[in-house]
């Protein structure tokens, strides 16, 4: 197992160079000059154009460009972004924020999700579970956005019973309604994940036979049918993290929150190559622990699973 | 103020958005006294560059820059220029100009201002090492051409002398009658001497000598918020009537929307496109305010396509200008929140006309139109080509551009479209390398209240944001004549006989002018705009 660990990290740093390489030749690949944009449709001095680019490398070709990112990497200074502001302090304020959402996002989907997805396949076809299965492809059925924009106005404006947006610190409490927003979604599959893997394990042979040992009901379901039907629940949340945190743009820009999406989506529009690359990385590595974690789960829930 | 980049995306947020004819102004707060420690608290952007006057060239640094500086002259609520830390500006010529300023000014770290505040502070933001944004705002002192070429170690420009403390002289390359009218700007605005220590750093902590400052160190913190408290030595006119200024930075306009709806936000300056119908019922009365301001939006011919040359080029651009809908699309498409353009500036500008003779070109006609464009084409069959507007997608210029060019195909019968971009910085690099293949979209917010502003910089010869390459040596002509009048109302006088020779060759085809919509929360009242459709943030008050 420590090998198997010991391995996977191993495999992380190809991973990186490649999505690094990748993210910095799509950036640089992008039609528009961003020093140009400065400018606005302002008159552009060409010195001082000249000079802005020497100060971004933008003037030198794209290999050397990477290359040059790529050596100030290893001396941990990520460079600047178009406002003169470190990188790297950019970073240590957007990610905590959006891991503070993401966390909170997963937890109402699992916990959430669990529940209501238990219940359901255990009264397969009772009220309940039809109501449920309606309600899970509604939500699944409706954009984010709008979504995000009716609990903003209903929740925040109308009851008022929380900010309409987050901006400032963004602490836990802040989060939790752009959190039950960003896990909706995932909400309504974690529910119909979990309540289909209970309804198929409910029929298995170890169930039956847990059944005949005269086991309680309750030591059957949650030792028996809720543990092997968790296999697939844990892959989809472990996966769905690094989605959370990368796909949260619609839903930071709706409340305001800023964190890494909302970051992203500025630099892109402005074409600032270092600091999409060095957000995408921490993005790219977030997914593989995460992963990383899902399999090594795996193994916990299901004993028959060996790492070698 | 000139604002380039995001006054382009105010200006889709505007153009998708404006409701109501242009003119009038909505339900302006005229309360009492209020309450003067009330902070409040207005929406912004996170600014794109560090503090610095010179090197602040959009909406979310600039207001703040403009609060935390006070320059040589300010402009009042009309745009009539105020003396601030000027007791004079006098000239005789027209280009040797002697400023004095007021004497026991300082900055907030208790540094005077004098006469080097402001040279050093003009200097340093001309000259090419410092790459300075808003360099060009300096290209009419003499000297300026050689601080400013590439690799140029010079720093000092020759047209600025320090007499003494409080005296200096500014000469300019040329005689410019209005020079003194652009300096209520904030990149001419002083620097204190700390400032070039370490120039970085400054602009994160800014010290000034405006109306407001800082709140305290690490006031500015980025992405959230940046919290101003009133300058309590300032002695100028636009004292401050609240306790402070919080901007909070927001993405978009919508999430600010749904806090200024929750009493979370206290001004809002920018009604988003989505809630451009009902904002009115939702703020109700004395909540909100519409008013135009000085900015346009306009269509670019290039001068340098073969096909729009010549008389038979002359004659398609009057046909395509005529065959524009203004009424019907500034009321359909913007809800009547555009008022439609009679010429090239802006109403609210001092020597605004709105029958200059020749506007009639301006207007509304399809036979005309048809009978224009049948006539160039005897000269110079136009075929099967298409007529292409281009311009960024995003920021609402999609829906009118496509207004327009539906009503160029049902007027004239030919084949039009709308060539949409991913991003600005995508269709501005085409642009400055003169690239484009049809016309484009363009559109102008004044940086100081005067009609040369809207036509010396865009359609003079050679002129830094002429994208269209028009040159007229009649119209530069009488260009340098305005500069040269002995009075702002002469010169506006001939301003507008320059703008008879853009009505004849239509360089760019005028459309409307921009109008600003302002909501505010049940807390705050006194809320006005200016002629620059910004704002006026010290005269708020809490309730």
Request: hydrophobic share 45%; with cysteine; glycine share 10%.
């Amino acid at each position: 197992m420590t090998w198997y660990i010991i391995r996977r990290f191993l495999q992380m740093i190809p991973v990186f160079f490649g999505a690094t390489f990748l993210v910095y030749f799509l950036v640089f690949s992008l039609p528009g000059d961003p020093i140009q944009a400065l400018f606005g449709d302002r008159p552009v001095n060409e010195a001082v154009a000249a000079q802005l680019r020497e100060q971004y490398n933008l003037d030198e070709p794209f290999l050397v460009q990477y290359f040059l990112y790529l050596k100030n990497l290893v001396t941990f200074n990520l460079g600047n972004d178009f406002s003169g502001r470190p990188v790297a302090e950019v970073l240590v304020q957007i990610f905590p924020v959006t891991i503070r959402l993401a966390i909170l996002a997963l937890i109402f989907e699992a916990v959430f999700g669990i529940i209501f997805g238990v219940v359901a396949g255990l009264r397969k076809g009772k009220l309940f579970d039809g109501t449920v299965l309606v309600a899970s492809l509604i939500v699944i059925a409706i954009p984010i956005f709008v979504l995000g924009f009716v609990m903003q106005f209903v929740v925040g404006v109308k009851l008022g019973w929380a900010k309409p947006t987050v901006g400032g610190d963004a602490g836990w409490l802040d989060l939790i309604l752009p959190a039950i927003v960003l896990g909706l979604v995932s909400f309504a599959y974690v529910l119909r994940l979990t309540r289909t893997s209970i309804i198929e394990n409910m029929h298995a042979d170890y169930v039956r036979t847990a059944t005949a040992k005269g086991l309680s009901r309750q030591r059957v379901v949650v030792v028996h049918i809720l543990r092997n039907s968790m296999i697939p629940v844990v892959t989809f949340l472990g996966a769905d993290l690094g989605a959370l945190m990368g796909g949260a743009i619609v839903t930071e820009g709706i409340f305001n929150v800023p964190g890494v999406g909302q970051r992203l989506y500025q630099s892109v529009l402005r074409g600032e190559g270092p600091t999409i690359v060095s957000i995408v990385s921490v993005l790219v590595m977030v997914y593989i622990l995460a992963n990383l974690l899902v399999d090594v789960l795996y193994a916990w829930l299901d004993p028959r699973i060996r790492y070698a | 103020m000139r604002f380039a980049r995001t006054s382009k995306l105010i200006g889709l947020a505007a153009a998708a958005v404006l409701a109501l004819s242009a003119c009038g102004g909505g339900g302006g707060t005229e309360g009492g006294e209020g309450n003067a420690a009330a902070v409040i608290t207005a929406n912004s952007t996170e600014p794109q560059n560090p503090l610095i006057p010179t090197n602040t060239n959009e909406v979310g640094g600039g207001r703040v820059v403009d609060l935390l500086f006070e320059g040589l002259i300010s402009y009042d609520a009309e745009g009539k220029p105020v003396n601030e830390m000027a007791e004079s500006i006098e000239t005789e010529d027209s280009q040797n100009y002697t400023i004095k300023l007021k004497a026991d000014q300082t900055f907030t770290n208790g540094e005077p201002v004098t006469a080097n505040s402001f040279v050093d502070a003009w200097n340093y933001g001309a000259a090419a090492e410092n790459a300075q944004l808003g360099q060009y705002f300096f290209e009419s002192i003499a000297g300026y051409d050689e601080v400013s070429a590439e690799g140029s170690t010079k720093n000092e420009m020759s047209g600025l002398k320090v007499v003494d403390d409080l005296t200096f002289t500014a000469e300019l390359a040329q005689p410019e009658s209005d020079w003194p009218l652009r300096l209520g700007y904030t990149a001419f605005s002083p620097l204190p001497e700390v400032a070039f220590e370490d120039m970085e750093a400054f602009g994160n902590n800014p010290v000034g000598n405006g109306p407001y400052m800082l709140a305290d160190e690490g006031a500015w913190q980025h992405d959230i918020q940046i919290a101003l408290t009133p300058n309590p030595d300032y002695q100028g006119t636009r004292t401050p009537k609240n306790g402070g200024i919080t901007f909070k930075f927001y993405s978009g306009f919508e999430a600010a929307y749904q806090d200024l709806l929750a009493n979370n936000l206290d001004l809002l300056d920018t009604i988003p496109p989505s809630s451009l119908a009902n904002f009115k019922t939702d703020l109700g009365e004395g909540r909100w305010l519409e008013k135009a301001y000085a900015g346009n939006q306009t269509i670019t011919i290039p001068q340098y396509l073969d096909e729009w040359t010549g008389e038979a080029g002359e004659l398609r651009r009057k046909a395509i200008s005529m065959a524009i809908n203004r009424d019907e699309i500034t009321e359909v498409i913007f809800s009547g929140g555009r008022q439609p353009a009679t010429e090239f500036t802006a109403p609210v500008l001092d020597g605004y006309d709105e029958s200059i003779p020749g506007s009639e070109v301006l207007e509304y006609n399809p036979e005309e139109a048809k009978k224009l464009w049948a006539q160039a084409d005897e000269i110079d069959p136009w075929g099967d080509r298409t007529f292409t507007i281009a311009s960024n997608a995003d920021g609402g210029h999609k829906e009118w551009i496509e207004a327009v060019v539906n009503g160029l195909k049902n007027d004239l019968g030919i084949d039009a479209q709308f060539e949409p971009y991913a991003t600005f910085a995508e269709v501005r690099t085409k642009i400055t390398a003169k690239d484009m293949t049809g016309a484009f979209r363009t559109g102008w917010q004044a940086d100081y209240p005067s009609l040369y502003n809207f036509l010396g910089p865009l359609f003079g010869t050679g002129a830094g944001s002429n994208d269209g390459e028009y040159s007229s040596e009649a119209f530069d002509k009488k260009l340098n004549e305005g500069l040269n009048a002995e009075t702002p109302e002469e010169g506006n006088a001939i301003f507008n006989e320059a703008q008879e020779i853009l009505l004849q060759d239509l360089p760019a085809i005028p459309l409307w002018y921009q109008v600003r919509q302002v909501g505010w929360s049940e807390n705050v009242e006194n809320v006005d705009t200016a002629w620059n459709g910004v704002p006026i943030y010290h005269n708020i008050t809490g309730k």
